[in-house]
């Protein structure tokens, strides 16, 4: 895989906004603010498993999030679809050093099994999860992501929190967004963006 056309690409993905690269001074701290500002509480995974969110799959990784819920009729197929053509570009890394989590929006109806069987029937493969848990929990996650709207009335209407994809390297504290309906070669490239083995072409490394 041509890595370097991906990040290329990824620097061309619409609403792409990332922070800037940490100096090394500010490596040594990058874990402990993305501890305070994530919330490390407890979901289920598709696969059965209870997990602190922070802890467990944030802390260190490379990630790259998207809210959807199951019987969305609307976009969220279309997006699941999409980002199983980005697990394929990623290949091997997907589980390894790169890994990808679906929240669902509506927990009170996505349990275990009603993700799972979504998993199966979008042929998700191992490195990618998706997720459920208290209503409490995953609002907490949802405005720590970013996937709210500041008017209330706006915020209720779930359909708005869908659309786009959280891409993050937590043990760098680089973040980005990008839509998860772009082309599956730009979300590559702005998840590669933001992974500090890569760098842009001319860029030269602080550390």
Do not use: C
């Given at each position: 895989?041509?890595?370097?056309?991906h990040v290329l690409a990824g620097l061309g993905a619409a609403s792409l906004c990332a922070v800037g690269l940490p100096t090394a001074a500010a490596n040594s701290t990058a874990k402990t603010r993305g501890a305070r500002?994530?919330?490390n509480v407890e979901l289920k995974t598709h696969t059965g498993a209870t997990v602190n969110f922070y802890d467990d799959l944030v802390r260190g990784k490379i990630v790259a999030i998207n809210m959807m819920y199951a019987d969305c009729d609307g976009i969220c197929p279309t997006m699941t679809y999409n980002l199983a053509r980005v697990q394929e570009r990623l290949g091997q890394r997907v589980g390894k050093d790169i890994f990808m989590y679906s929240i669902t929006i509506r927990p009170?109806?996505?349990?275990?099994?009603?993700?799972?069987?979504?998993?199966?029937?979008?042929?998700?493969?191992?490195?990618?999860?998706?997720?459920?848990?208290?209503?409490k929990n995953i609002d907490l996650v949802r405005y720590a992501?970013?996937?709210?709207?500041?008017?209330?009335?706006?915020?209720?209407q779930i359909n708005?929190?869908?659309?786009?994809?959280?891409?993050?390297?937590?043990?760098?504290?680089?973040?980005?967004?990008?839509?998860?309906?772009?082309?599956p070669e730009q979300i590559v490239g702005?998840?590669?963006?933001?992974?500090?083995?890569?760098?842009?072409?001319?860029?030269?490394?602080?550390?």
């Open positions: 895989m041509n890595y370097r056309r500002r994530i919330p009170e109806i996505d349990t275990v099994q009603h993700l799972a069987e979504y998993a199966d029937m979008h042929g998700v493969n191992p490195g990618w999860l998706f997720l459920t848990g208290s209503r992501l970013g996937f709210y709207d500041p008017d209330p009335s706006v915020d209720k708005r929190h869908t659309g786009m994809v959280r891409i993050g390297n937590d043990a760098y504290d680089r973040w980005a967004m990008t839509p998860a309906l772009a082309r702005a998840i590669l963006h933001v992974d500090r083995k890569l760098p842009p072409s001319g860029v030269r490394r602080l550390a």
